[in-house]
């Protein structure tokens, strides 16, 4: 390998967004045919926030992840990092991309390489991109990583498996913090982990944040910690966004059909409340992505749908201020499921 | 790229030696092959007498106490001559597997790493290579080199090659798949990082069995083509050139063939025991306790 | 209880393993009644799968399985395996986390429904493929004559549990073990499932055993529930009181550590640390180590006995939390 990078000046783009995907489309041929994993997909991370983006298996949350570290291809669309566009970037341009966007894996197990220590793991970004000169500077750095996340330092000689789920999530954390990245992607971060750990790790994760002023893309299944983590979240449903807003809007006022079902689907722990509630049960499963419905891509499951859903393609239009939802009956079909 | 290093964690070494203790059939193979090695070393050393001592007036002795293997049809000590061949049975093995090591491995990493066309243009050639049937191939390699222990080696390398290019390419397909080797790209290290530092040392176990098993056909193989008269040239001992010597006296001299061949016969099964007990031992899909642990909820 | 259809006590596993013996369950009671839903909550490594694989004699050959089991009022563990296994097969159904690994990839989904009834019931091929699509079609799979013949690939991760559920209740079992049964599946398709489950306990009178580790769905299935720690129950009673006025300070904290919807974005209350190894279980109160209450040095060496609190509300502490329910 030479020394001496491709050398890529980043600039901070316009009013502070750190990454901006515009249209974005990626599709997977397979021999079931294409798959449209992400199907016109728009959003802006901005500096300092959390983006939260919550949805089911196949809704494309993961993918929309990847792209932002260009490891998933765009097929069209265009992903935009620090003020620059990325889409086209060569490998090893890609390489630099890599250090200024972070990725924190779902299961902490098997993204640390079983054969490495915990030091080496949390020293690799630093190596990779030479920002350390000495092994001994290296080594006070994964210290004060070790620190940051809440490690002790005579971790750093242990190999993942002799430590638990959220100790090894804590190293994937400190992995990620090492370049300094301008944003931190966390796809479902605490899926893996038992319940104690997943507030273990939610309350860190908070708390770098605050203190190191980092910039979250927080992808999830699991709606109240989107809700829990964000400062806005995003719902998207086979390959599309469908509402968008802060947290207590999509909680208080659902405005697409699939956010409220999605909202009356996760159970409170509360006996009464379970007790008394009235689910929405959606019926069937989520269509294939080789073969969206026509017009809304929700209306096959929508207790709400209407002839014209099969023909119009909502799009993504404000409800309320930074409130937007993809339904031609925004907010009155919720009413209306509420009602009936 | 450099030389790929293989280097499986301590840990599991330690527990593959653990093991090795406890199994009384690995531990005979690896006494055995000890056993060899020092021979192969200090072989000259130790030989009651000079392989090319020539005397007329013992020859084709029986074993007895002078000679506990009797001598040869001109009066050489067989014992001596075989513990001097050693050295080139290990030399062959060593040298030949180490060719194969680094070519398989190396063209098995590429191959099964950039996949598409880089994997299905070596790949075939390994196809191609592993169509023929060993020694014949080897017997045309040493055909176009000329005979010796040198072309030898090679030939047995290039033989070897394609099964080490299979072991490696298949790990490479698993382990590329991994969630670690994605972590390793997101955070921008090059391909060549990632194959010497994550690849590369999750595979080694099944290269390490792969190495011992392959050492005894290496062996035998070299035995195969000094008894076809296309390796070691006399005078110079090996087992496989006394072995064909002695075929001209299996009635009355049969110590001229069977010590000779138990040698090579010893040999590769103590290769093959401690690398039967090293797959057991070194095998992925054994679960540490921890994951054992996760599996009882 | 005599008319428990499945009840266990002083229930204790021991897993032989490398490290040595590992203590999986140990001295666990609990039992569930016909019609009624017992949900056994805990983290992994709480022993809450093994206490249930080891009643009904599916631990591990490793394991050593003491205590009472009693299925149906008989005696199960004196049973011999053979009487054991046409038992359980009859009596018991099972549903577990991963529908796929649960399936044969290789048989329709119609013939490993159909299975069940031919060898337990004595039905014929014909009869239990008709059986099959009525199970399939109990179970809410659309137009369940043309999918009997279909293969388990064919199927969504939902509707691969439903075929699984219709598998286990293919006898007209008298008890359902559910382990995680919807962990795999997506918050709308578990809406589903446990739709489902209730709705058939409903109308079978089956008593449902589920395991998971959400308190959010045992709130919504349970009647009574027992929470594991390090392979002992800490708390059990019915759901309205374990909830309410959670008596274990481990409890307490489960319920708090899970983000409250609409609360905003606050700190969470975390429990300290990580459940102990089964190799190397403190000798006290397991949970002491982890304890925001903390106790004394009786909580450090002295195994905390379960107590009742309030009718069959009982927790395993020498410190219960305030009946007002602190901590939440």
């Not at chain 1, 390489?95 to 098997?110: H, Y």
Request: net charge neutral; charged share 20%; with cysteine.
């Amino acid at each position: 390998m030479k020394r001496g990078e491709v050398q890529v000046p980043m600039q901070r783009g316009s009013a502070d967004v750190v990454a901006e995907l515009d249209d974005l489309r990626v599709w997977f041929p397979t021999s079931a045919g294409v798959v449209r994993a992400v199907d016109g997909v728009s959003l802006q991370v901005r500096r300092g926030e959390t983006l939260g983006l919550v949805g089911e298996s196949g809704s494309g949350k993961s993918t929309t992840g990847l792209a932002l570290l260009r490891l998933v291809d765009p097929t069209t669309g265009s992903v935009r990092v620090a003020g620059q566009d990325v889409t086209g970037w060569s490998r090893r341009q890609l390489r630099a991309l890599r250090r200024r966007v972070a990725m924190v894996f779902q299961d902490p197990q098997a993204s640390l390489d079983p054969r490495r220590t915990v030091g080496s793991s949390i020293a690799e970004p630093l190596i990779v991109h030479r920002l350390v000169d000495s092994s001994a500077a290296r080594r006070r750095r994964v210290e004060e990583l070790l620190d940051a996340v809440g490690l002790r330092r005579d971790l750093a000689d242990r190999h993942p498996h002799e430590l638990s789920g959220g100790q090894r999530q804590r190293v994937g954390i400190a992995r990620a913090l090492a370049g300094e990245p301008d944003l931190i992607v966390l796809d479902e971060p605490i899926a893996s982990l038992d319940l104690s750990v997943q507030a273990q790790i939610m309350n860190l994760l908070r708390g770098l944040q605050r203190d190191l002023g980092l910039t979250y893309l927080f992808i999830a299944h699991d709606l109240a910690a989107v809700e829990h983590m964000s400062d806005r979240m995003a719902v998207m449903y086979l390959g599309r966004i469908v509402e968008s807003g802060t947290p207590a809007q999509i909680w208080r006022e659902p405005a697409h059909p699939y956010t409220a079902a999605l909202l009356s689907a996760i159970p409170v722990a509360d006996p009464q409340v379970e007790r008394e509630r009235r689910r929405v049960i959606l019926s069937g499963d989520i269509p294939s992505p080789v073969d969206p419905p026509s017009g809304c891509r929700f209306r096959t499951r929508c207790p709400q749908a209407r002839p014209d859903c099969a023909e119009t393609d909502p799009a993504l239009v404000e409800v309320a201020a930074g409130h937007r939802a993809a339904c031609l009956y925004a907010g009155e079909a919720v009413r209306a499921m509420r009602v009936s | 790229m450099s030389a790929p290093t293989v280097s499986p964690s301590e840990g599991q070494l330690r527990r593959a030696a653990s093991a090795l203790r406890h199994d009384p059939l690995a531990l005979t193979g690896a006494a055995v092959l000890v056993l060899l090695v020092v021979v192969g070393v200090a072989g000259p050393w130790l030989a009651p007498s000079g392989i090319n001592d020539v005397d007329v007036d013992r020859m084709l002795q029986a074993p007895s106490w002078a000679h506990p293997f009797g001598t040869d049809e001109l009066g050489r000590d067989v014992l001596s001559r075989v513990m001097v061949a050693a050295r080139v049975s290990l030399q062959v093995g060593a040298v030949s597997v180490g060719i194969a090591l680094l070519a398989g491995v190396t063209l098995g990493l590429f191959a099964g790493y950039y996949r598409g066309w880089v994997d299905n243009l070596l790949m075939r050639c390994m196809d191609v290579l592993f169509a023929f049937p060993v020694l014949l191939l080897a017997v045309a390699i040493v055909a176009v080199l000329g005979p010796g222990l040198l072309t030898a080696m090679i030939a047995i390398g290039v033989v070897y090659t394609p099964i080490f290019a299979r072991v490696t390419r298949a790990g490479v397909l698993s382990v590329r798949e991994q969630v670690f080797v994605r972590a390793a790209v997101s955070i921008g290290a090059s391909d060549l990082r990632i194959m010497r530092r994550h690849v590369l040392p999750n595979i080694a176990a099944p290269l390490i069995v792969q190495t011992s098993l392959s050492l005894a056909f290496a062996i035998l193989s070299e035995a195969a083509l000094s008894f076809l008269g296309l390796g070691v040239q006399p005078p110079a001992p090996a087992w496989g050139r006394m072995l064909y010597d002695g075929r001209g006296f299996v009635t009355d001299a049969w110590w001229l063939g069977v010590f000779p061949g138990a040698a090579i016969f010893c040999t590769v099964l103590a290769f093959n025991l401690v690398g039967d007990a090293l797959r057991d031992v070194l095998d992925p899909r054994q679960l540490t306790v921890n994951e054992a642990r996760r599996s009882t909820g | 209880m005599s008319d428990a259809v499945l009840a266990v006590s002083g229930l204790t596993v021991t897993i032989g393993t490398r490290r040595g013996p590992a203590r999986a369950v140990a001295g666990v009671d609990w039992s569930v009644q016909a019609g009624q839903t017992l949900a056994l909550v805990g983290e992994s490594g709480s022993g809450k799968s093994m206490s249930v694989l080891a009643a009904t004699g599916l631990a591990p050959r490793a394991a050593r399985v003491t205590g009472s089991v009693r299925l149906l009022g008989s005696d199960f563990t004196a049973l011999p395996a053979d009487r054991r296994r046409r038992m359980r097969g009859r009596h018991v159904g099972f549903v577990f986390q991963d529908p796929m690994t649960s399936l044969n990839p290789v048989l329709s989904v119609g013939r490993q429904v159909a299975e069940a009834g031919e060898e337990h019931l004595g039905l014929t091929r014909r009869a239990a493929r008709t059986r099959a699509i009525e199970l399939l079609d109990l179970v809410g799979i659309p137009s369940a004559a043309q999918r009997v013949d279909a293969y388990p690939h064919q199927f969504s991760g939902g509707m691969r549990q439903r075929v699984v559920i219709a598998m286990a209740l293919a006898c007209e079992p008298d008890l359902l073990i559910a382990d995680e049964p919807t962990t795999a599946l997506d918050v709308t398709t578990q809406a589903q499932i446990v739709e489902l489950v209730a709705d058939l306990q409903q109308r079978l009178g089956t008593a449902v055993v589920w395991i998971t580790h959400d308190l959010g769905v045992v709130a919504g299935i349970a009647d009574t529930v027992a929470v594991m720690y390090a392979g002992r129950i800490v708390e059990q009673g019915p759901v309205e009181a374990v909830f309410d006025r959670p008596g274990h300070p481990y409890t307490s904290a489960l319920l708090a550590a899970r983000p409250e919807p609409g609360a905003g974005g606050g700190d969470l209350v975390t429990i300290a640390g990580a459940p102990p190894s089964p190799h190397d279980l403190p000798a006290g109160c397991a949970f002491w180590p982890r304890c925001p209450v903390r106790g004394d040095a009786r909580c450090e060496h002295e195994l905390p006995p379960l107590v009742p609190v309030a009718g069959a509300h009982h927790v395993r502490t020498f410190y219960p939390q305030r009946p007002d329910g602190e901590g939440r």
